[in-house]
């Protein structure tokens, strides 16, 4: 079976840094996926982790721990775009390599 | 600019009507996939091709779903009888090797 779990919502300040968990329990994994989507629009990918460790692209960074069933996206210089819904998706190699996605979690930033 | 394209962007039918969705994949890519989204259940996945062979369909009400990829450049989404529980947006996605998912626009379905 699997389970991803990510918080609901979350609000954080204009110019902050807000950290976005993800847990996941599957039998099978290659790797973590990290999308952003706006209300009204299709997701888009933010970044990919398949080893341990840091991830950083630009003002987003994400980490995995797969020990731990563990990942976080972290956003710095919140900007009032960065407003969207943010899945975790886990890579399942056993089903060809489907996607499993979280139910995202809604971030507001606020001014 | 290469991006998966998906027809039509909005759908409005009865119930009892037969819908089809269309999506062009990314030129070179060789999976593609298709998605449900609604505020219910989020993003599900329906069905899914490799090198235009499904390889699954497990997500899908077999009874009036059903997916085709006619050739690499079009795979279609069909639903007959269409249910007011069908309404939701239908995002299509490609890939290759490399994993990652491009997603389609969707489109948005409502069946009264």
């Known amino acids: 079976g699997q389970n991803i779990d990510q918080p609901t919502e979350m609000t954080a300040t204009e110019g902050a840094i807000v950290q976005i968990n993800c847990t996941y329990q599957t039998s099978g994994f290659n790797g973590l996926f990290w999308y952003q989507q706006h209300a009204g629009e299709a997701p888009t990918f933010l970044s990919y982790?398949?080893?341990?460790g840091l991830e950083e692209k630009g003002r987003f960074s994400s980490f995995l721990s797969r020990s731990k069933g563990y990942s976080y996206l972290l956003l710095k210089e919140l900007q009032m775009k960065d407003s969207a819904s943010y899945l975790c998706a886990v890579n399942r190699p056993e089903y060809g390599n489907k996607l499993v996605f979280g139910a995202g979690t809604i971030l507001r930033v606020k001014s | 600019d290469a991006r998966v394209t998906q027809t039509p962007r909005h759908k409005v039918t009865e119930m009892g009507q037969e819908v089809t969705m269309r999506c062009q994949p990314i030129?070179?890519?060789?999976?593609v996939f298709w998605y449900r989204q609604t505020m219910m259940q989020g993003l599900e996945l329906l069905a899914y091709?490799?090198?235009?062979?499904?390889?699954?369909d497990s997500g899908m009400p077999k009874d009036r779903f059903s997916a085709e990829m006619p050739d690499a450049t079009l795979a279609t989404l069909k639903i007959q009888p269409s249910e007011p529980r069908d309404s939701a947006v239908y995002f299509c996605?490609?890939?290759?090797?490399?994993?990652?998912?491009?997603f389609g626009p969707g489109t948005r379905l409502t069946v009264t």
């Open positions: 091709f490799r090198n235009r062979a499904p390889l699954d």
């Open positions: 982790n398949v080893l341990d």
């Open positions: 030129l070179g890519h060789n999976t």
């Open positions: 996605a490609s890939g290759s090797e490399s994993y990652e998912q491009y």
